[in-house]
Nanobody
């Protein structure tokens, strides 16, 4: 199970931090990702992280590089997405995803087995 929180409404240029708490699977070894979907748009990979066995491998979508930071705290079984310099085009439903195996490429959303219900982000 994955549960997101932290969404909301913010003005352009503002910041938000999303959280995703996982349970019921091997959180430490899983490939984790953040995805978003705006109205009438396809689901888009925002960021991915693989923090298994001391690694901290992160990936970002081109539209969010240098603005968003993904991180993971295995002790808290929580993944975070720090979003800075938000733009109206960042608006959408944000989902966290996890898979016990490796998802290659990280943005291949069909490769993730577990999904949260989503948290809405509105930038206007």
């Amino acid at each position: 199970q994955l549960v997101e929180s932290g969404g909301g409404s913010v003005q352009p240029g503002g910041s938000l931090r999303l959280s995703c708490i996982g349970s019921g699977f091997s959180f430490d070894d899983s490939d984790m990702g953040w995805f978003r979907q705006g109205p009438g748009k396809e689901r888009e990979g925002v960021a991915g992280i693989w923090a298994a066995r001391g690694r901290n491998q992160t990936n970002y979508g081109d539209s969010v590089k240098s603005r968003f930071i993904v991180s993971q705290d295995n002790d808290k079984r929580t993944m975070y997405l720090q979003m800075n310099s938000l733009k109206p085009e960042d608006s959408g439903m944000y989902y966290c995803a996890a898979d016990p195996g490796r998802v290659i490429p990280w943005w291949h959303h069909q490769g993730y087995r577990h999904w949260g219900q989503g948290t809405q982000v509105t930038v206007s």
